[in-house]
């Protein structure tokens, strides 16, 4: 059986629940500028890229060493998996910690926000330290409660 926490643990739960929810919502900025960024390198590197690889001077050189040819084009092909697997953690970062964050508002899923919080952690610097607060808030008995007060069949 849950009991009901004193007023002031309460009162500090629910308002660093309130902070929880807006670093996530920051998180969440965090996000959509690394992904602006990862855009904006990749732009980069392929122009450089495609450049370079089409440069007279760089061909003949090439043809002028032994050994096996580099082409920097081919080279970076390889590195779109990067990009794109990147990308899609930011967008999965991105919706993870904005459903949390809402849930954090509504008081619903601890157990969902604790899973994100988890996920948090590897972002480092900042999620690691988002993710952890994230945990130690919600394993307390008095969160928990505050949880318990607002689901539909308390």
């Not at 089409?54 to 920097?72: H, R, V, Y």
């Not at 926000?113 to 394993?139: D, Q």
Request: proline share 6%; hydrophobic share 45%; glycine share 6%.
């Amino acid at each position: 059986m849950i009991q009901t926490p004193p007023s002031f643990q309460s009162s500090r739960d629910r308002e660093q629940l309130k902070l929880l929810e807006i670093f996530h919502y920051v998180m969440m900025g965090l996000a959509v500028g690394g992904m602006a960024f990862l855009a904006v390198h990749y732009l980069i590197m392929s122009t450089a890229m495609e450049s370079m690889s089409k440069d007279p001077k760089f061909q003949q050189q090439l043809q002028q060493q032994p050994g096996p040819p580099f082409d920097p084009a081919m080279f970076f092909r390889g590195f779109v998996w990067f990009y794109l697997f990147m990308g899609a953690w930011g967008l999965a970062s991105l919706v993870a910690n904005l459903a949390s964050a809402l849930c954090l508002r509504n008081r619903r899923h601890r157990t969902f926000s604790m899973i994100v919080a988890g996920f948090n952690c590897i972002n480092i610097p900042f999620g690691t330290a988002l993710g952890i607060c994230t945990l130690i808030v919600l394993t307390r008995s008095s969160a928990s409660a505050l949880y318990h007060e607002s689901s539909p069949t308390a």
